[in-house]
């Protein structure tokens, strides 16, 4: 009995692995055309001061609505264009779409808008990141000062080295660089004093108790002081209750970023946003 058991948990498992290969084959399968059926569509969360109340920019956040497998969460897709080689060309679509989109705001006379837009380590490992940035910038004609670009630990851990000096070029331009996830990775001390950050990222997983627990808030409090020490701004992320929105204000968080604001919006909706007065919530 006990064998026929075993077997059929070796039975379920390799079933489970060949439907997770089979859905990670199909992926692959689907990402390889995706940019040529225009599959891909950038969305724009906001990101507003705490202090005022204003809307000061928006996070770039990819979106992807396959005719075959429906709508995939860009957790699931990114690692897996990673792996097979397909970033690159992902990373280098959101940026010109993003960068195409604020010229539009611009010429709209919207105003500066500043995007942030998430960079993943495949993209890092090419020679070609910065030069890509500054001509796409120059095509479009958009201002360094109205890019951001998010890094992890995870973005810049394959070549540190190569990281920081790419980052140092794109900072030497104008192009601001958020530290993101913060606290969740490995080394991020270490992290902080050698790339040449100017925003840090609570991350949302430190906000999502923090009027509650006790550890959440003292780490919530520490990154806004250790921030603030170091010159960075500070955003918190995943900011979804007026409580927490009270709590971080009140300890000097400069930014946040959550369904308590907005959800990420397609480009119609945030320009809707946009047309409005700036001050977009009250404090
Ligand atoms: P991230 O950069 O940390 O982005 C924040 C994620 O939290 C987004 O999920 C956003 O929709 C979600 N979020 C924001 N506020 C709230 C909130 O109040 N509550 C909850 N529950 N969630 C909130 P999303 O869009 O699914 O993206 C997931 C991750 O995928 C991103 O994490 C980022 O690492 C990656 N990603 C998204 N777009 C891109 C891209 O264009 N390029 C790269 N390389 N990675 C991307
Ligand atoms: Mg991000
Ligand atoms: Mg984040
Ligand atoms: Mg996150």
């Known amino acids: 009995r006990a064998k026929e058991t075993g077997r ?42 705490l202090r005022t109340g204003e809307l000061l920019g928006a996070e770039a956040l990819l979106r992807w609505d396959n005719p075959v497998l429906g709508k995939v ?79 992890t630990e995870g973005t810049v851990m394959g070549d540190p080295d190569k990281a920081v000096a790419a980052l140092k070029c794109l900072k030497d331009i104008g192009v601001s660089i958020s530290l993101d996830d913060f606290g969740t990775g490995y080394s991020s001390l270490g992290y902080l004093k ?24 003292a780490i919530a409090l520490s990154v806004i002081s250790l921030a603030h020490n170091l010159n960075l701004r500070v955003i918190a992320e995943g900011v979804e209750t007026r409580a927490q929105v009270d709590f971080l204000a009140e300890r000097g968080c400069d930014e946040m970023q959550g369904y308590y604001f907005s959800r990420p919006l397609a480009a119609p909706a945030f320009t809707a946003l946009l047309r409005q007065p700036r001050k977009l919530f009250d404090q």
Request: glycine share 6%; hydrophobic share 45%.
């Open 194 to 217: 050698r790339f040449p950050i100017d925003v840090l990222k609570i991350d949302k997983s430190f906000v999502d108790d923090v009027t509650t627990n006790a550890n959440d808030a």
């Open 73 to 151: 969460p860009p957790n699931r897709f990114i690692p897996l264009a990673e792996e097979y080689g397909m970033v690159t060309a992902i990373g280098e679509w959101v940026l010109e779409s993003v960068c195409a989109q604020i010229k539009l705001w611009h010429d709209e006379g919207l105003g500066d808008i500043k995007v942030a837009v998430n960079l993943s380590a495949g993209q890092f490992g090419h020679d070609n990141t910065v030069a890509f940035v500054e001509a796409t910038l120059r095509r479009f004609g958009v201002a360094p000062a109205n890019l951001g670009l998010e890094i």
């Open 8 to 49: 059929d948990h070796y039975a379920f498992f390799t079933e489970r692995m060949d439907a997770e290969i089979r859905d990670k084959l199909a992926i692959q399968a689907q990402l390889r055309g995706a940019i040529a059926r225009d599959e891909f569509e950038v969305h724009y969360q906001p990101q507003m001061c």
